[in-house]
């Protein structure tokens, strides 16, 4: 194999991680890019409150995720409240759950939230259920801007410039992965995806990181994550006898590793991703993942940020994509300053501006007081720069590479920053 030259930025973060879940995603025709959110303020008028619906899950595969993501939501907006609100008046809040692809839950949820004239959906965290209320969402004139949905066909979707998104698209995540194992030693890789599009999306991505890379993906299985068993896909790959194996996966992961185990695949050489990097301290004997890595879109939380999530919600262990989703509510809320009005089509028009060009600020205090004056800022948040694109996507993020020790809990071993 030919060595490859690595050029990621490595990123200083601090030590232990949070879980891991994940964006999915899916494909869709036409473009309509959210560079017209550039272009001022829309013809729309708010009712001068501006209202915040969430889209998060509560039940189903993701639920684990759901608590970090509504605790960010509420620490942002109990930070936006305490700088004076948006246009003068507290941001209100109406939570819901998102469910899973496997229910029609969101749809419910999305119906009752546009009945309460929210501005913006912070959600869904799945890139699959965000592909059943998206039109729905931006055909009522609403923001929808998801914390968790790294499915590259969110950029090209037409979205009448109202769907954004504060995590990477998995263009990056498959592009570190794929670059980890073979910087690991692998010349041949195989795959085992679930079959949603957050899963199919995902693994083309690695694929055409490691043949990039003079690797070789000698096997990709694609499975019914419903399914009772998996052991004719696991045979399968253990049939063309990788060097690395991408699993790219949900909550099905506690069926498909003891699988493996007991087809004695060395788990040394699995690789988890956001969908399924989680703490299975409960649910594999111990030392079952030892030397396992994974990687996982954006930052590790800091200490302070994860004391003031805590403050929010004292339960909370898990702290995955709680800085997107509080990234999520306070560029919203600049935005809306930013066009003096709450409307959707209004804070859409705005939210590229406030998020890169002008003079950087880090608090929505500090950037409201900016925006007041009439200067143009560059919000850049707990998550990172965000800088979002024409499409409505982060152009630049970190990807974490995290490994599993002896008690199947997962720590951070380093970032990777890119640009998309």
């Known amino acids: 194999m030919t060595p490859r030259t690595f050029t990621w930025q490595f990123v200083a973060v601090g030590a232990v991680a949070a879980l891991a879940l994940a964006g999915c995603g899916s494909d869709s025709d036409g473009t309509t890019p959210a560079a017209s959110s550039s272009s001022g303020a829309a013809t729309a008028k708010g009712d001068g409150v501006f209202k915040v619906g969430t889209l998060l899950p509560q039940t189903g595969s993701l639920a684990f995720l759901g608590p970090p993501e509504e605790a960010g939501v509420a620490l942002a907006i109990k930070d936006v409240n305490a700088a004076g609100g948006v246009l003068g008046k507290p941001v209100e809040a109406v939570n819901s759950d998102s469910g899973d692809a496997s229910t029609d839950i969101a749809s419910s949820s999305v119906d009752r939230l546009l009945s309460q004239k929210v501005d913006t959906i912070v959600g869904a965290a799945s890139s699959a259920v965000s592909l059943t209320v998206i039109d729905k969402i931006t055909g009522a004139g609403v923001v929808e801007i998801s914390p968790a949905n790294t499915s590259p066909t ?173 990234d999520a509510v306070v560029i919203t809320a600049l935005a809306a300053e930013a066009a003096k009005d709450d409307s959707g089509t209004s804070v859409a028009s705005k939210l590229v501006e406030v ?22 800022i560059d919000y850049d948040g707990v998550s990172g720069p965000i800088e979002f694109s024409d499409q409505g996507d982060p152009t630049e993020a970190t990807i974490g590479i995290y490994q599993y020790g002896a008690d199947n809990k997962y720590t951070f071993l380093e970032g990777k920053a890119g640009k998309l």
Request: a negative charge; charged letters at 25%; proline letters at 4%.
């Open 154 to 326: 969110f950029t090209t979707y037409k979205d009448n410039g109202l769907y954004f998104r504060t995590a990477p698209s998995d263009v990056l995540q498959g592009r570190v992965l794929g670059d980890l194992m073979l910087a690991d030693g692998a010349q041949t890789v195989g795959i085992l995806a679930l079959q949603d599009p957050y899963g199919t999306g995902l693994a083309e991505n690695v694929t055409k990181s490691v043949t990039d890379g003079s690797g070789e993906v000698v096997i990709t299985k694609v499975y019914d994550p419903k399914a009772a068993t998996f052991s004719a896909e696991v045979g399968a790959v253990k049939a063309a006898n990788p060097d690395a194996i991408a699993l790219i996966a949900f909550d099905e992961t506690k069926k498909i590793v003891p699988e493996l185990v007991k087809q004695k695949i060395d788990l040394k050489k699995v690789y988890f991703v956001d969908g399924n990097l989680a703490d299975y301290s409960k649910d594999f004997a111990k030392g079952t993942l030892t030397g396992a890595k994974g990687t996982l879109p954006g930052v590790v939380a800091s200490a302070d940020f994860k004391k003031k999530l805590l403050e929010v919600d004292p339960k909370l262990t898990e702290f995955s994509y709680a800085p997107e989703s509080y």
């Open 355 to 376: 998020s890169k060009g002008g003079e950087k600020c880090t608090t929505f205090e500090a950037c409201v007081k900016l925006v007041k004056a009439g200067t143009d």
